[in-house]
């Protein structure tokens, strides 16, 4: 029987929604979520991110502010902009579009956000209250994202065995940190894997959940996949396809078709894991505002 797929869009609609009605509660208490949006440069994946992040703010009823700096920015620059918004009341939320241009320091940027106000989950307070399990902390929005993702789908990770494909701080590693907490939604057994693994099939194939964040396109074939298992698949990879209308497609790290026969519940690529990272960013965001209260 082929996987049944988990529809990330629909079930990002549902977490929207829900959002919505608690901005608007919040909003009668006097206190509008607001995300500001920092993006350095003119590179256009990330200004097509910047943009759908302020569009889905203005659908939800939180406040956005987009700041925008030259390719050639300094330090100094963006700096200051980080405490203009970090002082900012109306900001609830702060998050500088990644990649920035090289001359930016990007960890020394995030070391700058208030913590309070970090809504991306890369502050190094906020990564290690992620690490202790430390109740009322930011999670990060795609390993958030992914747990949703499965709760809503009723699969408990508690004693599963979970296998992730990658240990980038933004991906990889706060899942290992979300799955590995002895709490509810949680609770797996958790293998990391990533480029000096060595077979690395022999770890996936014992996956009962495994999450993909590689960013190598259809890398996990079927025959690395155990029959039965839930396939996470993060990766976003654009591929030349002549015959799409833009010239390329977008697919997974996963290979669709060929999991499609062994998982029994699969993302796909786009609308799984994708609108989720969105959602939750809206949720961290509301999260951050309640703190007013
Ligand atoms: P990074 O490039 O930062 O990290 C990739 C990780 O995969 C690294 O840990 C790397 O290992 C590992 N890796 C690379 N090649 C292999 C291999 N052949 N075998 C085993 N491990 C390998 O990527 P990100 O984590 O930022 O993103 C991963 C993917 O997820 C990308 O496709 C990205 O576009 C997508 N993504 C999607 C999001 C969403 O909202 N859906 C959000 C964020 C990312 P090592 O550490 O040893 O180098």
Same mark, same amino acid.
């Given at each position: +029987?082929?996987?049944?797929?988990?529809?990330?869009?629909?079930?990002?609609?549902?977490?929207?929604?829900?959002?919505?009605?608690?901005?608007?509660?919040?909003?009668?208490?006097?206190? =509008?979520?607001?995300?500001?949006?920092?993006?350095?440069?003119?590179?256009?994946?990330?200004?097509?991110?910047?943009?759908?992040?302020?569009?889905?703010?203005?659908?939800?009823?939180?406040?956005?502010?987009?700041?925008?700096?030259?390719?050639?920015?300094?330090?100094?620059?963006?700096?200051?902009?980080?405490?203009?918004?970090?002082?900012?009341?109306?900001?609830?939320? %702060?998050?500088? =579009?990644?990649?920035?241009?090289? =001359?930016?320091?990007?960890?020394?940027?995030?070391?700058? %956000?208030?913590?309070?106000?970090?809504?991306?989950?890369?502050?190094?307070?906020?990564?290690?209250?992620?690490?202790?399990?430390?109740?009322?902390?930011?999670?990060?929005?795609?390993?958030?994202?992914?747990?949703?993702?499965?709760?809503?789908? #009723?699969?408990?990770?508690?004693?599963?065995?979970?296998?992730?494909?990658?240990?980038?701080?933004?991906?990889?590693?706060?899942?290992?940190?979300?799955?590995?907490?002895?709490?509810?939604?949680?609770?797996?057994?958790?293998?990391?894997?990533?480029?000096?693994?060595?077979?690395?099939?022999?770890?996936?194939?014992?996956?009962?959940?495994?999450?993909?964040?590689? #960013?190598?396109?259809?890398?996990?074939? #079927?025959?690395?996949?155990?029959?039965?298992?839930?396939?996470?698949?993060?990766?976003?990879?654009?591929?030349?396809?002549?015959?799409?209308?833009?010239?390329?497609?977008?697919?997974?790290?996963?290979?669709?078709?060929?999991?499609?026969?062994?998982?029994?519940?699969?993302?796909?690529?786009?609308?799984?894991?994708?609108? +989720?990272?969105?959602? +939750?960013? +809206?949720?961290?965001?509301?999260?951050?505002?309640?703190?007013?209260?």
């Amino acid at each position: +029987m082929p996987a049944t797929l988990i529809d990330g869009k629909a079930i990002a609609a549902e977490v929207n929604a829900a959002t919505a009605a608690e901005v608007a509660e919040l909003a009668a208490r006097g206190i =509008q979520p607001g995300l500001a949006v920092v993006l350095i440069g003119d590179d256009p994946a990330s200004q097509v991110y910047v943009n759908t992040k302020v569009r889905k703010c203005a659908e939800l009823g939180i406040h956005s502010v987009r700041r925008v700096l030259s390719a050639d920015a300094t330090m100094a620059e963006v700096l200051a902009v980080v405490a203009e918004l970090n002082a900012d009341p109306a900001v609830h939320g %702060i998050l500088v =579009q990644s990649p920035p241009p090289p =001359q930016i320091d990007e960890a020394a940027i995030i070391a700058a %956000i208030d913590p309070n106000k970090d809504v991306d989950c890369f502050h190094p307070v906020n990564v290690g209250k992620l690490l202790i399990g430390e109740p009322g902390g930011f999670a990060p929005c795609t390993p958030r994202g992914v747990l949703v993702l499965l709760e809503h789908c #009723g699969v408990d990770p508690a004693g599963k065995h979970v296998v992730v494909v990658g240990r980038s701080n933004i991906v990889g590693k706060p899942l290992v940190a979300l799955f590995l907490q002895k709490a509810k939604g949680a609770n797996a057994t958790v293998t990391c894997v990533h480029s000096a693994t060595v077979d690395l099939a022999e770890h996936t194939r014992r996956a009962d959940i495994l999450v993909a964040a590689i #960013g190598k396109p259809e890398y996990i074939r #079927g025959d690395m996949i155990k029959p039965g298992a839930v396939v996470i698949d993060v990766g976003i990879n654009r591929v030349r396809d002549e015959s799409a209308p833009r010239g390329y497609r977008l697919v997974g790290d996963v290979h669709f078709e060929e999991a499609s026969r062994v998982a029994s519940l699969l993302t796909p690529v786009p609308g799984g894991v994708g609108p +989720m990272t969105i959602a +939750m960013l +809206m949720r961290n965001t509301l999260q951050a505002a309640r703190r007013n209260l």
